[in-house]
């Protein structure tokens, strides 16, 4: 490994970075998106018509069900069948965003949940509407709750991109092994690449428990 | 002049268990009624149905001459709509166990949220009715506090400032007391006492027997859904009838 | 949807096969992982010097790589300092040293909230008899890590599926190789994700079954 000098280093890393920045692109558009469909689902699922809460169960049950990578390549070969023409980080993206939206619906539903009911009832006795309960006395009492839940789900989205590398997005994984097999070196470079992946995560996930526990001082 | 509360043959079923078995009575207006008895005698429901929190499976409930009862059409039961739940009992408010109140609010906000978005008031009109009977429990000066920093009896008393800002005709009370330390009982009784000489029509569920004895005007016993025998407080509690009164105050009395 | 029902009878022995290769390796890579997880969780437990803050990076850096970077990590370097395996043992290999690290973590919370209940009971009964407490302690983690346990189960066997990309003939390998030959793509792979689900389902329904009777 002595023979490794820093241009060599310097050439790799010209080489993985821009796969660190669509590892972030995928990250962003899918974390943006996974809320939405979280709050949209864990609405279905609280519905009071059952054919709704079905809808929402089955949709759930599913995508925690089953690996990520399936889904990917079920999301790339159905959707140009039916003439959806999108690439594959376009793809790979939008699939990770429904695939955290299942943990963020469970994490909305037992938030909202361990809600005592008497606060619906205080609320009703007031004369308050079920929106105006849901928004302004459910919602703020859930937040802290499933904020770090909401946190950690976007770490391991960030963490799971690199199953697009599978479906060849550019992103990190794929250059990293693109490289390894082009330099016959795969021990630096996949270390190298490791070491990157943990240096996205874990600070991130140190904010996150920190703000876990800002946020349980508060609700005390 | 109708009573201000009629209930008229009421049950109440929770899968197979009836919690009110065939109950009626009345309540006059100004009157204080206190009811006694065992967890599980149905008080607690009965109140929960006073104020439309449960609905009940037969009978009626009146509230200053309008009713609300389910009716049976056909096969099917037809229970009342909420927004008409909501209008006969509006007259109510209700005080609970354990306080409901918002952890995320002020008291100030807790107190203002049922006027000014339950009963579409304007802000500082709200403001200035919030203040008036946030001062009236005498918490004026924890008004910018929030519940987790209030003691129990401080809670308690914000909940009952909370239900009167909505101006109820009929005050309903379930255990106040009863999740309370012993020395911050007596902050809460003494608003209940100003609010019972101030004539409010009040229906409590207590344990505390001297309390019932000075300020109700009947107390009625429950035990099983039925009622069992009701009094005034100085014949019920010294002189009880029944087998199953004298067996519960007997209960009570030796804690 | 591009669906052919005979082509799908063509290829499900393939996949079943394929089916058959991914539990196997799912069980086989769970046990090794518990047995490593024990080891790490027990080392770290105890607190032994060197090892203990070496475990303690360890587990942190599982927890925070991809499992899919890992496979391919184990793939690409294991050969070059002498580790040859074949594709299915590699595979258990990587599913264990990954997976250990998160059942260490479960054991290390478990041992955490058990042994505050039992020294509160204990200051109560005052038992000071260590043997006791051991026989007491010891399977009480176990109870107390099942749901999570079964939770890790469902995630390796989730992941299983990347092992495909290593040269292990499981069910995603069989899924990838049928659509390879018969460039009909979508049948393989909606078939293999229907087969994981319908593994799955039934586990996590046991799992919350098994959470409520407990808690």
Known sequence: ?220 | MPPMIRVVNAVKRFGHLVVLDHLSMEVARSEKLVLIGASGSGKSTLLRCLIGLEILDEGSIEIEGEILKAEQVGSRLITPSPAEIRRVCSKLGMVFQHFNLFPHMTVLENVMVGPRHGKGMAKYKAEVLARKYIEKVGLLDKIDTRPPQLSGGQRQRVAIARALAMEPDIMLFDEVTSALDIELIGEVLKVMRELAEEGMTMVIVTHEMHFAEDVADRVVFLDKGKIIEEAPPRVMFRTPREPETQRFLRSVLER | ?215
């Not at chain 1, 689902?41 to 054919?51: M, Q």
């Not at chain 1, 999301?75 to 943990?103: M, R």
């Not at chain 3, 002498?82 to 054991?107: D, H, K, S």
């Not at chain 3, 003939?169 to 689900?197: Q, V």
């Open chain 1, 1 to 220: 490994m002595n023979d490794m000098s820093m241009e060599t280093l310097r050439l790799w890393m010209s080489y993985l970075l821009p796969g660190i920045s669509e590892t972030l692109r995928a990250t962003l558009v899918a974390g943006c998106l996974f809320p939405i469909l979280g709050i949209f689902v864990c609405y279905l699922r609280l519905s009071g018509r059952a054919l709704l809460r079905a809808a929402g169960t089955a949709y759930v049950e599913f995508l925690r069900g089953t690996p990520l990578v399936g889904q990917l390549f079920l999301a790339y070969y159905v959707l140009p069948f039916w003439g959806i023409k999108l690439s594959a980080p376009i793809v790979g993206a939008i699939t990770l965003a429904f695939n955290s939206s299942a943990y963020a619906a469970e994490a909305f539903r037992a938030g909202i949940e361990s809600i005592p009911r008497e606060q619906w009832e205080a609320g009703r006795i007031l004369n308050l509407s079920r929106a105006f309960i849901f928004l302004r006395i459910i919602l703020p009492q859930a937040v802290p709750i499933f904020l770090p839940v909401m946190g950690n789900e976007l770490l391991t989205l960030l963490r799971a991109t690199a199953a697009l590398s599978l479906l060849g997005v550019r992103e990190l994984l794929f250059r990293a092994r693109d490289l390894s097999s082009a330099t016959y070196q795969p021990f630096p470079i996949m270390t190298i690449v490791l070491l990157l992946y943990f240096l996205m995560s874990y600070p991130a996930s140190e904010f996150v428990r920190y703000i876990e526990r800002r946020v349980k001082y508060l609700s005390a």
């Open chain 3, 1 to 215: 949807m591009p669906f052919s029902f005979d082509y799908v009878i063509e290829i499900l022995p393939s996949l079943l096969e394929g089916t058959l290769v991914t539990i196997r390796i799912t069980i086989l890579g769970m046990l090794f992982a518990n047995l490593w997880g024990i080891v790490v969780a027990v080392i770290r437990w105890i607190g032994l010097k060197g090892l203990t803050s070496f475990l303690n990076m360890y587990v942190t850096l599982m927890r925070n790589i991809p499992f899919v970077a890992f496979a391919f990590y184990g793939y690409y370097t294991l050969p070059s300092i002498g580790v040859t395996l074949e594709p299915f043992g590699l595979g258990i290999l990587i599913l264990a040293l990954y997976y250990g690290a998160f059942i260490a973590e479960i054991y290390r919370g478990s041992m955490k909230s058990v042994e505050k209940d039992q020294l509160e009971a204990a200051e109560i009964l005052n038992l000071s008899r260590w043997k006791t407490m051991r026989v007491v302690i010891l399977p009480q983690i176990f109870i107390v890590s099942l749901p999570s346990l079964i939770n890790c189960l469902i995630s390796t066997f989730k992941d299983s599926a990347y092992l495909g990309w290593i040269t292990v003939r499981e069910l995603m390998w069989h899924a990838k190789n049928e659509g390879a030959l018969s460039f009909r793509m979508f049948e393989p792979f909606f078939m293999a994700t229907l087969i994981y689900f319908v593994i799955s389902y039934p586990v996590a329904l046991l799992g919350r079954a098994i959470e409520k009777r407990y808690s």
